[in-house]
């Protein structure tokens, strides 16, 4: 067995070793050979190098297993990135929305707490994730149409949705594309109302409101992402949470390391010093605060080795966020010069913004006659992948049988545009990893399925 000088000497031929595996069996055949006809075009997929491995590997090496120095890390330099005081790493991005929801129940709040029968303004055209804590803690989502070709909620429909009960409104960007953050930052601050940012698709979006320009989850109260493969970037599960707000950052460390009082780090004790001279509820004088429990909370924290991954991601991330506007902005320019752009309505960039793009969401024109769901099965037996907006209408799910008639949520208005959605949206990728040529061919075939199943309505020959 080789014997090496140190452990700095053992982990850097390990590190070297695991470049080699990465080059030679783990590179993107693309990268080598280039794309090919016929090949599957993914809606997302991780695009990563030797860097990653070799640092989830030194985490391994380390076998700390739990938040650690790699997290430590991560959370301070994404932290200075997106422009905020506070980032704290959980296992996922549905946990991210779980915990910044969660916080916003707590005493410490006082009339600001989110109670049961308090209400929340949302929306039904997104990911489930964003309304779930709403109804696990016993609060009702009211639901607010969306507007196309946004797809985001139509801010004037908010003062209606607003009731004696509203407390806060907790919205999504929709596949990068900011919502309309001034309208809606007003309309919070008149009513004091809580906004929480559901940034998990649109990491590194930017929008301006007079003059001042911010990453999209940094204007409101709370902001979240998600790292999970498909995302922005990846660590495999993972999500943050982060505010500048220093009571709130104090409550999502509470609430996401099992509700305790002590702010200890992992794998340190007495780090306020004060570890047995406190008094707490009930308990006796000198209880060890390292045992002391302020909230109901859970264990979310997130592993270093996914950490260790997204500490390479975010060196990568800028990169990132240029080929998904540049891959975005290609696949625009061949659908808008073509036949097919009669037939469907193109996304639109929310006005003083700049998206991150995550996808290229696409509506079929209800007029064409065209059916989508054609359109999507075209594109999937010519190895493009495509998928719908989440849920389309929340409400129409399985999920929602129970609560249906029930005072459990409200709806304001109609969801005329969010139904719309349902039946004629779905999205393709934009991810870094795709090349001019995967782009272009996706184009291609979009325009033939639009034109085919046009021709085939038409009576023409074709399909």
Same mark, same amino acid.
């Given at each position: 067995?080789?014997?090496?000088?140190?452990?700095?000497?053992?982990?850097?031929?390990?590190?070297?070793?695991?470049?080699?595996?990465?080059?030679?069996?783990?590179?993107?055949?693309?990268?080598?050979?280039?794309?090919?006809?016929?090949?599957?075009?993914?809606?997302?997929?991780?695009?990563?190098?030797?860097?990653?491995?070799?640092?989830?590997?030194?985490?391994?090496?380390?076998?700390?297993?739990?938040?650690?120095?790699?997290?430590?890390?991560?959370?301070?330099?994404?932290?200075?990135?997106?422009?905020?005081?506070?980032?704290?790493?959980?296992?996922?991005?549905?946990?991210?929305?779980?915990?910044?929801?969660?916080? +916003?129940?707590?005493?410490? %709040?006082?009339? $600001?707490?989110? @109670? &049961?029968?308090?209400?929340?303004?949302?929306?039904?055209?997104? /990911?489930?994730?964003?309304?779930?804590?709403?109804?696990?803690?016993?609060?009702?989502?009211?639901?607010?149409?969306?507007?196309?070709?946004?797809?985001?909620?139509?801010?004037?429909?908010?003062?209606?949705?607003?009731?004696?009960?509203?407390?806060?409104?907790?919205?999504?960007?929709?596949?990068?594309?900011?919502?309309?953050?001034?309208?809606?930052?007003?309309?919070?601050?008149?009513?004091?109302?809580?906004?929480?940012?559901?940034?998990?698709?649109?990491?590194?979006?930017?929008?301006?409101?007079?003059?001042?320009?911010?990453?999209?989850?940094?204007?409101?109260?709370?902001?979240?992402?998600?790292?999970?493969?498909?995302?922005?970037?990846?660590?495999?599960?993972?999500?943050?949470?982060?505010?500048?707000?220093?009571? +709130?950052?104090?409550?999502? %460390?509470?609430? $996401?390391?099992? @509700? &305790?009082?002590?702010?200890?780090?992992?794998?340190?004790?007495? /780090?306020?010093?004060?570890?047995?001279?406190?008094?707490?509820?009930?308990?006796?004088?000198?209880?060890?605060?390292?045992?002391?429990?302020?909230?109901?909370?859970?264990?979310?924290?997130?592993?270093?080795?996914?950490?260790?991954?997204?500490?390479?991601?975010?060196?990568?991330?800028?990169?990132?966020?240029?080929?998904?506007?540049?891959?975005?902005?290609?696949?625009?320019?061949?659908?808008?010069?073509?036949?097919?752009?009669?037939?469907?309505?193109?996304?639109?960039?929310?006005?003083?913004?700049?998206?991150?793009?995550?996808?290229?969401?696409?509506?079929?024109?209800?007029?064409?006659?065209?059916?989508?769901?054609?359109?999507?099965?075209?594109?999937?037996?010519?190895?493009?992948?495509?998928?719908?907006?989440?849920?389309?209408?929340?409400?129409?799910?399985?999920?929602?049988?129970?609560? &249906?008639?029930?005072?459990?949520?409200?709806?304001?208005?109609?969801?005329?545009?969010?139904?719309?959605?349902?039946?004629?949206?779905?999205?393709?990728?934009?991810?870094?990893?795709?090349?001019?040529?995967?782009?272009?061919?996706?184009?291609?075939?979009?325009?033939?399925?639009?034109?085919?199943?046009?021709?085939?309505?038409?009576?023409?020959?074709?399909?």
């Amino acid at each position: 067995m080789k014997q090496w000088e140190n452990e700095e000497e053992a982990r850097k031929e390990i590190r070297e070793l695991v470049a080699d595996y990465y080059h030679g069996f783990l590179e993107p055949r693309e990268s080598k050979e280039g794309f090919r006809a016929g090949d599957r075009i993914s809606y997302a997929s991780r695009v990563y190098d030797e860097k990653e491995i070799q640092s989830l590997v030194d985490a391994a090496l380390d076998f700390w297993l739990t938040t650690g120095r790699f997290a430590e890390r991560f959370e301070k330099e994404f932290a200075e990135w997106i422009g905020v005081r506070f980032a704290h790493l959980v296992n996922s991005g549905s946990s991210a929305n779980l915990l910044a929801f969660m916080v +916003l129940t707590a005493p410490e %709040l006082k009339e $600001r707490r989110i @109670g &049961r029968g308090d209400e929340v303004i949302t929306v039904a055209a997104g /990911f489930p994730t964003t309304v779930a804590p709403i109804l696990q803690y016993g609060a009702v989502p009211v639901f607010v149409d969306v507007a196309v070709p946004q797809y985001n909620i139509d801010v004037l429909k908010l003062e209606e949705a607003l009731s004696k009960k509203t407390k806060a409104v907790m919205i999504a960007h929709t596949l990068g594309n900011p919502f309309d953050l001034k309208a809606v930052l007003e309309f919070c601050r008149k009513h004091n109302l809580w906004l929480v940012e559901d940034n998990c698709d649109a990491l590194g979006s930017k929008y301006t409101i007079n003059g001042k320009t911010k990453y999209t989850g940094t204007w409101g109260d709370i902001g979240t992402s998600s790292f999970y493969p498909p995302h922005h970037m990846t660590m495999g599960e993972g999500g943050c949470v982060y505010t500048d707000d220093p009571l +709130l950052h104090r409550l999502i %460390l509470s609430y $996401r390391d099992w @509700g &305790r009082d002590c702010i200890c780090p992992s794998g340190h004790d007495n /780090f306020c010093g004060h570890r047995y001279d406190g008094q707490y509820g009930q308990l006796p004088a000198g209880y060890d605060h390292k045992y002391v429990y302020s909230h109901f909370g859970y264990n979310l924290k997130v592993t270093d080795m996914q950490a260790a991954v997204g500490v390479e991601q975010l060196q990568k991330f800028p990169s990132f966020i240029e080929r998904r506007k540049h891959n975005w902005q290609r696949l625009y320019d061949a659908l808008a010069g073509s036949d097919a752009a009669e037939q469907i309505i193109l996304p639109e960039p929310a006005p003083s913004s700049d998206p991150s793009w995550f996808g290229f969401l696409i509506s079929v024109k209800a007029e064409s006659g065209i059916s989508r769901n054609h359109v999507t099965r075209y594109l999937e037996e010519h190895n493009i992948q495509t998928r719908l907006l989440f849920s389309g209408n929340l409400i129409k799910h399985p999920a929602f049988d129970e609560y &249906r008639d029930t005072d459990a949520y409200r709806v304001s208005g109609d969801l005329s545009c969010t139904d719309y959605i349902m039946n004629h949206s779905f999205w393709v990728g934009v991810y870094p990893g795709m090349t001019d040529r995967m782009i272009d061919t996706m184009a291609q075939v979009i325009r033939e399925a639009v034109s085919l199943e046009n021709d085939a309505h038409s009576g023409k020959d074709g399909l």
